[in-house]
């Protein structure tokens, strides 16, 4: 088992620092706007598998430190986190970044059990960030996408405007109400990058997912001035 522990925890150095891409980059475009927070995700994800289940002379000889935070900040540093950009996180691999997949990663990384880490298994996601131009499972996505971008919507409806506002737009008394109209108005179950985006151009799960985040760090002036969630702008393009 310390032998596996230990192959394990090399092998996710490697999903870090090469599967899942994340190099260091300049480029400050949109598209890569979320790929940051989404490495040092990863690397937190992973340092905490690492740190639950490895044994501890498995973590030394990796060349690791003593402790979870002091992992992160290590690996982070290496996995160039603060300027990883679609591009750089790809540059190894080749193909193109799927910001949902990384996500998907990243949500099978936290949920993985130590056997599972241990046989390096469990997280099929995250051998899908980069691929070579298409993303078969991409539309797969879509739908939970649309309801996470819901979710955002109606938590900040329900954080920022008005009891009389929210009852002029005919939208429920409760946010749940809110997230259950809204998801069926917009056909979340199956939804995809088509219909998301009819007569709009292509739909870009990076940009989704920087709309969602943008959307849920949003101050309530932003959300009454419209402003603070340029990504979402871009999601059809």
């Known amino acids: 088992m310390a032998g596996k522990a230990r192959l394990r925890c090399g092998w996710w150095l490697g999903c870090v620092l090469v599967t899942a891409g994340f ?26 598998r690492i740190y639950t289940c490895a044994s501890a002379a498995a973590i030394e000889a990796e060349g690791l430190p003593d402790d979870e935070a002091d992992c992160r900040t290590q690996v982070e540093t290496r996995s160039g986190c603060a300027k990883a950009t679609a591009e750089s996180a790809c540059a190894d691999e080749g193909g193109t970044y799927h910001a949902d997949q990384a996500r998907k990663c990243i949500d099978q990384t936290e949920e993985q059990t ?29 739908p939970a996408l649309c309801k996470q971008r819901v979710a955002a919507t109606c938590e ?11 009852e002029a737009n005919d939208l429920p008394a409760t946010e749940a109400g809110c997230r259950s109209q809204l998801e069926e108005l917009r056909g979340c179950d199956g939804a995809t990058g088509a219909t998301i985006c009819v007569d709009k ?11 969602i ?5 949003q101050t309530c002036e932003d959300f009454v001035n419209e402003t603070g969630t340029p990504a979402c702008d871009e999601v059809c393009s």
């Open 23 to 48: 190099g260091c980059g300049d480029d400050d475009d949109d598209a890569g706007a979320s790929v940051p927070a989404l490495c040092k995700q990863l690397v937190a994800a992973t340092c905490d």
């Open 114 to 142: 130590c056997e599972e880490f241990a046989n390096e298994t469990g997280t099929p996601a995250c051998d899908q960030i980069c691929s070579g131009g298409s993303a078969p499972t991409g539309d797969a996505s879509v």
């Open 156 to 166: 900040r409806i329900y954080a920022c405007a008005e009891p009389a506002d929210i």
């Open 201 to 211: 151009g292509s739909f870009h799960a990076a940009e989704a997912r920087t709309c």
């Open 213 to 217: 985040d943008q959307t849920e760090a």
